[in-house]
């Protein structure tokens, strides 16, 4: 497609640019004053540094339970930085899990976090550390560069490292392809971050020496240095998953680009292609709105890349430069509709692209417990409640892992749902590995209860700047309370999603699940209902501003509701979709006055 024949975008143009987009634009590719500022005597960056940094996979944060107080009496910030780990399909080593938990322990706070799109978290890096933490992650062959900030985040695809036939790693292949060609070009990382160039990093991502253009990448917005992205990236971030139709465990709706792999024969022979999922809200910007990705074309696996490229491209030339709250990829969708953007798609492309297959998602899978790889290894996948690897009282995970990783050296892979796999474990290992577990207090995954094993709670306090309630450190308490009333009403081994975040941005993707909790103001949560584990509907609000501790007698009624009124293999969110919230609501009034003495 030559430059002339393609329209030269209006949205973007037509307003003032943000200010985001005027800091990326003077930035010379994400450099900014970062370099200097952090040599400078500070335990914090500028406001010109703090946008950049997200790119390179840091954010700069508060902790916000341990300010102290000036002799002024006035309260002062406690700087510490997150650095993400971005990790496609969450495949890595025993060796550099052990990097990472390394890091935790001697530059971050001791703990580390399996995110929900298949990547790793240090929290607590202080300034003064913060090169070290990226350039040990980078010599051990892993990356921050872009696992934040305006482009590609890290690619998601499913885990499972099933070998009977070739899928999986077709899927794994592809988020690698995409998420290299994706990747950022400018040297800038490099140059601030890695030591003398002693790291494999440029085998990791792009640079100026292997940043030359692909086919087709001159289109208006790009460059030589970034000829996919252009001087100012994108207008928001951007996110992608691949999956499967009988296994939608990365949750392909809730992203802005989905590859949905269909399968004859044991073999991807194409991809419907979604668009337009995310699930930031602003509840005061009555604009913004969750969104379930739209069924928009079927590529071929040879085409799925350039696929990938036009789509990223058409958002970086059409999305809203102007208003950061309306500019994510589904807001372009809503305004323009989905006919106008696959027009455009397909004219970056240079060919038409087909309808999408018949096929779609039908089933989802954890992962979790034993299953045998197919080429006669095993994998064994093991719920982290939240993500979250550490070493408490009489519940030591982070050690188990070292011990794991050390004497056992199996695969890792992150799950999406925060859990970790350990593939390629030789039959004679089987019992040893459980054995280390239950040696440390880790729970089995099969000896966690099924409500929790299905539940994902997001960051919160204290690291997130965003949050307005507890999340991660709320969650687990409401489940131990949900486990009795399950079990009292017999409803312990029914599979549904219960996903709780602290602030309205949907980070723990609560909008798509059969029950959602999201933190609302202070101490209170809305709860939503109806959205189901295939991850294809959006769920409704059900009551607003819930205080924590009426969370459980909220969902109580409700889950009476669907035992006595279910159908035949019914499942909760589908219960509540087809009851409604008003029915739900006048049922649980009835339920409640009933109980009441
Ligand atoms: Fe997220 C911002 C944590 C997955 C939607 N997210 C944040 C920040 C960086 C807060 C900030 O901007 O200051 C959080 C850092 C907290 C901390 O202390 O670590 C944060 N998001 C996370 C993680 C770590 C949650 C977790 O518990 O695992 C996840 C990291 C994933 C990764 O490895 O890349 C994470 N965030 C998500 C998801 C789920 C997903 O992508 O599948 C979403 C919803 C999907 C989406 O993008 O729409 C999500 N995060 C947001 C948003 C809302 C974006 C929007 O369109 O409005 C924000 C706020 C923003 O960008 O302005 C946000
Ligand atoms: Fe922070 Fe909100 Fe995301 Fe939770 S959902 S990590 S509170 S931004």
């Excluded at 102290?68 to 990790?87: A, H, N």
């Excluded at 499972?160 to 070739?166: E, F, I, K, T, V």
């Amino acid at each position: 497609m030559s430059d002339s024949t393609i329209d030269t975008p209006v949205t973007s143009a037509a307003k003032k640019p943000s200010a985001v987009e005027t800091a990326k634009l003077s930035s010379d590719y994400l450099r900014g004053p970062i370099a200097e500022e952090l040599v400078d005597d500070q335990d914090f960056f500028g406001k010109a540094s703090i946008n950049l940094l997200k790119h390179h996979g840091t954010y700069q944060q508060d902790d916000r339970e341990n300010r102290v107080k000036t002799e002024g009496g006035k309260s002062q910030k406690s700087y510490m930085f997150m650095v993400r780990t971005k990790i496609p399909g969450g495949k890595l080593t025993a060796d550099q899990l052990l990097a990472e938990l390394d890091l935790c322990d001697e530059i971050g706070d001791t703990t580390l976090r399996v995110t929900t799109r298949q990547g790793l978290q240090l929290h607590g890096v202080i300034k003064r550390n913060l090169k070290q933490a990226i350039a040990r992650i980078n010599e051990v062959q892993l990356s921050t560069l872009a696992a934040c900030g305006d482009v590609e985040r890290n690619v998601m695809c499913c885990p499972a490292p099933h070998r009977q036939d070739a899928v999986h790693q077709q899927l794994q292949d592809l988020a690698d392809a995409l998420a290299a060609h994706l990747c950022p070009r400018t040297t800038a990382y490099h140059e601030i971050w890695l030591r003398d160039g002693e790291s494999g990093e440029d085998t990791l991502v792009g640079g100026g020496a292997n940043g030359q253009a692909a086919s087709g990448d001159h289109t208006p917005g790009g460059d030589e240095v970034e000829p996919i992205y252009g001087k100012t990236y994108l207008p928001r971030k951007f996110k992608t998953a691949i999956g499967l139709p009988d296994d939608n465990c990365v949750d392909l709706y809730a992203n802005d680009l989905g590859f949905m792999a269909i399968c004859e024969e044991f073999k991807i022979v194409g991809y419907n292609v979604l668009v337009g999922g995310g699930f930031g809200v602003t509840p005061s910007a009555k604009k913004t709105f969750p969104a379930i990705a739209k069924r928009m074309a079927y590529c071929t696996p040879e085409d799925a890349v350039d696929v990938a490229t036009a789509v990223v491209k058409v958002f970086r030339d059409f999305g809203n430069r102007s208003d950061r709250k309306q500019a994510r990829l589904k807001y372009l969708i809503h305004e323009r509709g989905l006919p106008w953007f696959k027009a455009k798609v397909e004219e970056y492309l240079g060919h038409a692209l087909a309808d999408p297959h018949a096929d779609d998602v039908r089933g989802f899978d954890d992962h979790l417990g034993w299953s045998a790889q197919g080429d006669g290894r095993w994998c064994y996948g093991l719920n982290v409640e939240n993500g979250r690897i550490a070493d408490r009282d009489g519940w030591k995970l982070k050690s188990a892992l070292r011990a794991i990783c050390r004497e056992l050296k199996p695969g890792i892979r992150l799950t999406s749902h925060q859990s970790i796999l350990f593939t390629d474990i030789a039959a004679h290992q089987r019992g040893r590995l459980q054995e280390i577990l239950s040696g440390h207090g880790v729970k089995l995954s099969e000896e966690v209860s099924t409500v929790r094993r299905w539940s994902m709670a997001c960051v919160a306090w204290p690291t997130c700047g965003l949050a307005i309630t507890e999340s991660e450190r709320a969650l687990p308490g409401l489940i131990d309370q949900l486990e009795i009333e399950l079990a009292r009403l017999g409803l312990s081994d029914e599979a549904f999603t219960v996903r709780m975040t602290g602030c309205p941005n949907g980070c723990a993707r609560p909008y798509n699940s059969d029950v959602g909790l999201v933190g609302k103001a202070q101490g209170k949560y809305t709860v939503l209902l109806g959205g189901r584990l295939l991850g294809d509907r959006l769920n409704v609000i059900y009551k607003d501003l819930v205080a924590a501790e009426d969370i459980v007698p909220t969902l109580v009624p409700v889950l009476a509701y669907f035992k006595h009124e279910r159908t035949s293999g019914e499942k909760f969110g589908d219960f509540c979709d087809r009851k409604g919230v008003d029915d739900l609501g006048r049922w649980s009034e009835q339920y409640v006055a009933r109980s009441s003495p």
